[in-house]
């Protein structure tokens, strides 16, 4: 019986390795796409027709910061949330150049917690998720939320429902991190959905 348990729980670990590689490929191929180069070349293309040299220059910057982090982060398995937050405002300040000045980061978490470790490209999926699933335009902004709770240690990432009607949301990036998490920390993430706000929590890991 000892035995039996002993194999089942290997094989639970096996399972859950396989997903977290997994996990770690969709995240990149995610981001690496013909979809998304596309969108990033508009975005130069756009710039330069506009003839604003000072940003095309800075966009050109962003777009070669966002893909070093992204081939980088597939051979680590945690980066510190400073890394991922300064990965965040370079994702971001592409889709402002693309979307305009209607998206916004609150972020409110304290310098106290900057060296604290979570998978790679978590922000990141999250952020996508808001900018994939939500109406978002001038007329409609958006604020992505960004706070810290200290007794949980868990970082919350919040934003309100602007949601597509056309939106179909499959969960599977975020049951990717799920998994990540229970591979890494026996923990679980919260989601948390209501008709205004949708809402992950992210537990943090500390040495």
Do not use: W
């Not at 997994?22 to 013909?34: E, K, V, Y």
């Not at 070349?41 to 040299?53: A, C, E, M, T, Y």
């Not at 309100?160 to 499959?170: N, P, V």
């Amino acid at each position: 019986m000892l035995y039996s348990t002993q194999r089942e729980k290997e094989r639970e670990i096996e399972r859950l390795r396989i997903e977290n590689l997994q996990s770690r490929c969709d995240a990149l191929a995610n981001q690496i796409n013909p979809h998304f180069f596309f969108n990033s070349l508009n975005g130069v293309q756009s710039l330069i027709r506009k003839k604003d040299d000072e940003k095309t220059l800075m966009y050109v910057h962003e777009l070669s910061d966002i893909f070093r982090y992204i081939l980088q982060s597939d051979k680590r398995g945690l980066v510190t949330l400073r890394e991922e937050l300064e990965f965040l405002n370079s994702y971001i300040f592409l889709h402002r150049v693309r979307l305009g000045d209607c998206i916004h980061i609150d972020n409110r978490i304290p310098k106290a917690c900057l060296e604290a470790q979570l998978p790679p490209l978590t922000i990141q999926l999250l952020a996508e998720n808001v900018i994939k699933h939500n109406v978002i335009h001038m007329g409609k902004p958006m604020t992505i939320e960004l706070f810290y709770l200290e007794k949980e240690r868990e970082l919350v990432v919040s934003n309100r429902m602007q949601a597509k009607k056309s939106a179909t949301i499959s969960g599977t990036g975020l049951k990717n991190l799920a998994a990540r998490y229970r591979l890494l920390c026996n923990r679980d993430i919260v989601v948390e959905n209501t008709l205004q706000k949708f809402t992950v929590k992210i537990p943090l890991l500390y040495e």
